[in-house]
């Protein structure tokens, strides 16, 4: 039996129709788990925003605490320094006193001969002030070494904070758009 070509037209257009629905109901499915999808993602990334902000502010602080302390020990290690070189003055003025031990040795001994009993312990005293002025003149030249050191220590903080400077000037400008 011959079938009616108008008849197969439509139901094939039907069939047509009805496919084309179908495939346009999946799409706007699709779209709408996408824009869901995109909805999530942006929400999320929001939330990373907003914690990096913070975690930038907080760097921030920190930066600024790290140069603060750095500023206070270059300034503490100034005090020391001077320290150091009131100390040093100080050794070397009994360095200085020192030197004129020998000049009290050889007093004591022409007492000495007039005093056997003297002479023995200013002989054996004056031996003691030369062990003594032989430490001293160690102990000023280990204060010298000292002072260096602390010029070097000083030095070497100043550098350090110029460095930290440096790390946190770029933070500077993100300072006008954190909260």
Same mark, same amino acid.
């Given at each position: 039996?011959?079938?009616?070509?108008?008849?197969?037209?439509?139901?094939?257009?039907?069939?047509?129709?009805?496919?084309?629905?179908?495939?346009?109901?999946?799409?706007?499915?699709?779209?709408?788990?996408?824009?869901?999808?995109?909805?999530?993602?942006?929400?999320?990334?929001?939330?990373?925003?907003?914690?990096?902000?913070?975690?930038?502010?907080?760097?921030?602080?920190?930066?600024?605490?790290?140069?603060?302390?750095?500023? #206070? *020990?270059?300034?503490?290690?100034?005090? %020391?320094?001077? @320290? $150091?070189?009131?100390?040093?003055?100080?050794?070397? /003025? =009994?360095?200085?006193?020192?030197?004129?031990?020998?000049?009290?040795?050889?007093?004591?001994? #022409? *007492?000495?001969?007039?005093?056997?009993? %003297?002479?023995? @312990? $200013?002989?054996?005293?004056?031996?003691?002030?030369? /062990? =003594?002025?032989?430490?001293?003149?160690?102990?000023?030249?280990?204060?010298?070494?000292?002072?260096?050191?602390?010029?070097?220590?000083?030095?070497?903080?100043?550098? $350090?904070?110029?460095?930290?400077?440096?790390?946190?000037?770029?933070?500077?400008?993100?300072?006008?758009?954190?909260?």
């Amino acid at each position: 039996m011959a079938e009616d070509p108008k008849r197969l037209l439509v139901e094939v257009i039907g069939r047509l129709g009805r496919e084309t629905q179908i495939h346009l109901d999946e799409r706007h499915h699709h779209f709408r788990i996408t824009n869901l999808f995109l909805y999530a993602v942006a929400a999320f990334l929001m939330i990373v925003a907003i914690f990096n902000v913070y975690y930038i502010s907080i760097l921030w602080e920190d930066l600024n605490g790290i140069v603060d302390s750095v500023d #206070s *020990m270059h300034t503490n290690l100034r005090g %020391v320094n001077k @320290s $150091m070189n009131s100390v040093t003055a100080k050794v070397e /003025l =009994i360095d200085k006193h020192m030197a004129h031990m020998d000049e009290i040795y050889s007093h004591t001994e #022409s *007492m000495g001969e007039l005093m056997p009993s %003297v002479r023995e @312990s $200013m002989g054996a005293m004056a031996d003691e002030m030369t /062990l =003594i002025e032989r430490d001293m003149s160690h102990l000023g030249g280990g204060m010298g070494n000292i002072e260096q050191r602390f010029i070097q220590i000083t030095d070497g903080v100043g550098v $350090m904070r110029s460095n930290v400077r440096q790390i946190s000037r770029p933070m500077g400008i993100l300072n006008p758009i954190m909260p």
